[in-house]
């Protein structure tokens, strides 16, 4: 089992910064690709930005040249640095991780998908 925790939401004015960041624990053997999602009210689950194991990375056309994602692979970190942040940006942020961890008796489990509880971004105008 893997669990994530995000940390870093708030209230920030528009054209601000926020840094969030997700720490991930448990028995990790391997983690694959990691996300950055958000939800905002009342709108459906959104792919921010995406990094993989090897450091390649993806962003949605809307915060494309504002959010910077990175992962520190040593300690299962995962980071999203935003800039010029916008009202429209004011959503629920959350963490995703595909790993492979083990079981209570140390045997592989097949590669999952986990979630973070979320942490709450709210840009004002």
């Known amino acids: 089992q893997v669990r994530l925790v995000e940390s870093g939401g708030g209230l920030v004015q528009a054209g601000g910064s926020l840094r969030l960041s997700c720490a991930a624990s448990?028995?990790?053997?391997?983690?694959?690709?990691m996300y950055w999602y958000r939800q905002a009210p009342l709108k459906a689950l959104e792919l921010v930005a995406s990094i993989t194991s090897g450091g390649a990375v993806n962003y949605a056309e809307s915060v494309n040249g504002r959010f910077t994602i990175s992962r520190d692979t040593a300690k299962n970190t995962l980071s999203l640095q935003m800039n010029r942040l916008k009202p429209e940006d004011t959503a629920v942020y959350y963490c995703?991780?595909?790993?492979?961890?083990?079981?209570?008796?140390?045997?592989?489990?097949?590669?999952?998908?986990?979630w973070g509880q979320g942490t709450q971004v709210t840009v004002s105008s």
């Open positions: 448990g028995r990790i053997v391997s983690i694959h690709a």
């Open positions: 995703n991780a595909n790993a492979v961890s083990l079981n209570a008796n140390d045997e592989y489990e097949a590669s999952s998908d986990y």
